[in-house]
C-alpha cells in the first residue's frame, strides 16, 4: 500500500511538474513573441516618426514663408506703398490668403494608428517608451488641433469682415487695387486682426516647435532600446 502511495505521488508530483513546465514554455514563448513584435512596432514607429519631423520642419517653414506680407504690414503699419507689398514673393498663396488663411497640420500617423487599433503599442513595457510616444502622438496632437482650430475661427472672423468692409479685395488678382488696398492699410480694425493672426501663427510654430523636440528624442530613444535589444 504504501509503494502505490509512494509511486502514486511520484506520477501526481510528476504530472504537476510537466503541466507547471508547459505553461513556463508557454509564458516563455509569448513574452519571446512579444519582444519580437515590440522591436518591429518600434522599428515601423521610428519610421514614421522621422517622416512626421520632416513634415512638421517643412510646416514650419511654410508658415514662415507664408506670413512674410503679414511681418511685413506689421512692422511697417502707416508707411506702406501698396505696389511694394504686391512685389513680396508669397509662394502658393495671393496677397490677402496669405493674411487671413492657416495651415492645416496633418502629419503622418496611419502606421500609429494601425499599431495602436491592432494593440501593438499595448505590448510596449517600457514605461519611458510608453510615457514619450503618449505624448508625441496624443497629448501635443491635441494641442496642436486645438490650435488649428481656433485658427480656423478667425478666418472666418477676418474673411468675414474683409467681404462686408473691404469686398473689391476678394479677388485673387489685385492689379489696379491701389487705392483698395491704402484703405485696407489704413483700417485700424485690419491691423488688429493681423496682430491677432500673428499671435496666432507664433503659437501654432511653437507648438510644432516642441513637437518636433519630442519626435527627435522620442527617436532616440527608441534607437538607443533598439539597440540593447
Known amino acids: 500500500m504504501?509503494?502505490?502511495?509512494?509511486?502514486?505521488?511520484?506520477?501526481f508530483l510528476a504530472v504537476l511538474l510537466g503541466i507547471s513546465?508547459?505553461?513556463?514554455?508557454?509564458?516563455?514563448?509569448?513574452?519571446?513573441?512579444?519582444?519580437?513584435?515590440?522591436?518591429?512596432?518600434?522599428?515601423?514607429?521610428?519610421?514614421?516618426?522621422?517622416?512626421?519631423?520632416?513634415?512638421?520642419?517643412?510646416?514650419?517653414?511654410?508658415?514662415?514663408?507664408?506670413?512674410?506680407?503679414?511681418h511685413y504690414i506689421i512692422d511697417n503699419w502707416g508707411?506702406?506703398?501698396?505696389?511694394?507689398?504686391?512685389?513680396?514673393?508669397?509662394?502658393n498663396w495671393n496677397l490677402m490668403l496669405s493674411l487671413k488663411a492657416y495651415l492645416a497640420f496633418h502629419p503622418p500617423k496611419a502606421i500609429?494608428?494601425?499599431?495602436?487599433?491592432?494593440?501593438?503599442?499595448?505590448?510596449?513595457?517600457?514605461?519611458?517608451?510608453?510615457?514619450?510616444?503618449?505624448?508625441?502622438?496624443?497629448?501635443?496632437?491635441?494641442?496642436?488641433?486645438?490650435?488649428?482650430?481656433?485658427?480656423?475661427y478667425f478666418?472666418?472672423?477676418?474673411?468675414?469682415?474683409i467681404?462686408?468692409?473691404h469686398p473689391q479685395l476678394t479677388n485673387p488678382d489685385l492689379t489696379g487695387r491701389q487705392k483698395e488696398l491704402e484703405a485696407f492699410l489704413s483700417d485700424r480694425a485690419i491691423y488688429g486682426f493681423l496682430n491677432e493672426q500673428k499671435n496666432?501663427?507664433?503659437f501654432v510654430k511653437g507648438v510644432i516647435g516642441a513637437h518636433l523636440k519630442e519626435i527627435q528624442d522620442l527617436i532616440l530613444t527608441i534607437d538607443a532600446y533598439l539597440e540593447r535589444t
Do not use: C
Open 2 to 11: 504504501k509503494n502505490l502511495l509512494a509511486r502514486g505521488g511520484i506520477e
Open 21 to 70: 513546465g508547459s505553461l513556463w514554455v508557454d509564458d516563455y514563448r509569448i513574452e519571446l513573441a512579444n519582444k519580437e513584435k515590440t522591436i518591429v512596432t518600434l522599428q515601423s514607429l521610428g519610421k514614421e516618426l522621422r517622416d512626421a519631423k520632416k513634415y512638421g520642419e517643412i510646416r514650419v517653414q511654410r508658415i514662415e514663408n507664408e506670413s512674410k506680407a503679414l
Open 79 to 91: 508707411d506702406i506703398i501698396p505696389d511694394s507689398l504686391m512685389s513680396i514673393e508669397l509662394g
Open 112 to 152: 500609429y494608428n494601425s499599431l495602436s487599433n491592432d494593440g501593438s503599442i499595448g505590448l510596449i513595457s517600457n514605461p519611458e517608451l510608453k510615457k514619450k510616444i503618449n505624448q508625441v502622438f496624443e497629448i501635443r496632437m491635441n494641442h496642436l488641433v486645438e490650435g488649428i482650430e481656433n485658427q480656423q
Open 163 to 165: 467681404i462686408r468692409n
Open 155 to 161: 478666418y472666418r472672423r477676418f474673411n468675414d469682415y
Open 200 to 202: 496666432m501663427r507664433d
